[in-house]
């Protein structure tokens, strides 16, 4: 067999301790984890982003605010998260308006809350699987680089059973150490990137989702008086 096909991929990572193996086969099960959560976070962000230029493009063209309630209220799981937000706040203020037995105070304090709980509630959402990407991206390093150590470990005892050492004997144990390293970032980089840049997806999307709340306070409290 020649160095080139001892050295090829698969027979390094075949040929690797039962370590090393296990740490490859981790981080290979990672990286796949972290593209699924990848793809699918691109698809609710972007569906998310969507949906709260739609809402918003409906709410500020003068729509009556009874008849986006409704339409809200009769579809909220295709309704996008703006939506559910201002639906929590308007049902919770109509509620304490029907009553009567509320202030004007004590309508807007009602609608806010209910408002922010249901913003703490579709962060929740937008932000899942967002922390096993931190982990991701932050731990995979160091486990590969464990399984570099662990085989640069095992190539140098088996040196010692060796009368000359030359490069043939120490090359094949150390790149497949190498090739754990290499998975490692394999995982690690992508999911970094994922991270940062959903996060600031994220970040816009909670100051949009704030900013409204705001506003739609404001409307609500001049429409009290």
């Known amino acids: 067999m020649t160095v080139t096909q001892d050295l090829s ?3 390094l990572i075949t040929g690797a ?8 086969t981790l981080l290979l099960i990672v990286s796949l984890m972290s593209w699924t959560y990848i793809f699918r ?3 609710v962000l972007k569906k998310a982003a ?3 230029e739609q809402f918003e493009r409906d709410f500020w063209s003068g729509s009556d605010l009874n008849a986006l309630y409704q339409s809200a209220a009769n579809d909220r799981h295709g309704a996008g998260s703006l939506e559910r937000i201002f639906e929590a706040g308007m049902r919770e203020y109509s509620k304490l ?3 009567q037995r509320a202030d004007t105070a004590i309508q807007l304090e009602g ?12 962060m929740d959402f937008l932000e899942s699987h967002l922390a096993f990407l931190a ?3 932050s731990v995979s390093p160091y486990v590969g680089l464990f399984g570099t150590v662990w085989g640069i470990m095992n190539s140098f005892r088996g040196l010692a059973n060796v009368q000359q050492a030359t490069l043939a ?3 094949p144990g150390i790149a497949e150490a190498l090739v754990a390293t290499a998975i490692g970032l394999f995982a690690a980089i992508p999911a970094v990137v994922a991270y940062n840049r959903y996060s600031h997806d994220i970040d816009r999307l909670a100051n949009r989702f704030e900013s409204f709340i705001e506003e739609f306070s404001n409307i609500l409290q001049r429409q009290a008086r």
Do not use: C, D, H
């Open 9 to 11: 991929i698969l027979s």
């Open 17 to 24: 301790s039962l370590p090393v193996q296990a740490v490859m």
């Open 41 to 43: 976070k691109w698809f």
């Open 50 to 52: 969507r949906q709260t």
């Open 97 to 99: 308006k029907a009553s």
């Open 111 to 122: 609608a806010r809350r209910a408002m922010r709980a249901a913003y703490q509630r579709e």
């Open 135 to 137: 982990s991701a991206g």
């Open 169 to 171: 004997n120490v090359a």
